[in-house]
């Protein structure tokens, strides 16, 4: 009777223990599916069309949201999604230059338009941010600017880099011809 008991509690125990190994297995695999799903969402609210009638304090709140999401996902999708928006910023880059010089400025105009809406929003919200408690703040080691920018010229082509130079040139260009000074705001400014 107690070889019975035994098999029995073993047996519970066993199927316990295959219940939580395969749930841990099915967390281990969805979490960053749904982890990713979620960055998906945010970057389309960032980038379509309805963003365009964003306030810059929903926009900054949702550049946030999604930095925040990206950093809960693992290092390789991380690195997928960056890929994934530097060739959506090639895209526009390869629209751009196929537009007509005047089609030229107003594209330009539209994003010194943001920059200064996004720029004027950080300075109202400068006193609020504590930036040296920001996990995503860049790396100040020589060593760490180093090896990021080792990486991002690994990342780009030559042609890539060339086309950037050339938006970046042309948007200091306009916003001179609009009596602003040529750096901008945002991960782009200069």
Known sequence: MTTTRVRKGLSVATAALALFIVTLLVLHFV???LQLARVEQLRA???????????PEERMALGRQLGDAMRT????????????????????LKQFFKMSPPQRNAFLDEEINRQEAMR?????NRG?????????????????RERRRKERLDQTTPEERAMRSQYFEALKQRRQ??????????????
């Open 45 to 55: 609210q960032l980038t379509g069309d309805a963003a365009k009638n964003l306030k």
């Open 120 to 124: 004027k929003q950080f300075e109202a």
């Open 73 to 92: 996902l693992p290092a390789d999708l991380r690195d997928d999604m960056r890929a994934q928006g530097r060739k959506r910023f090639e895209e526009r």
């Open 128 to 144: 609020q941010m504590q930036r040296g408690n920001n996990p995503s703040s860049r790396p100040t080691s020589q060593e760490d």
């Open 177 to 190: 011809q609009r009596g602003m000074p040529a750096g901008g705001f945002g991960p782009f400014g200069r």
């Open 31 to 33: 979490k960053p599916r």
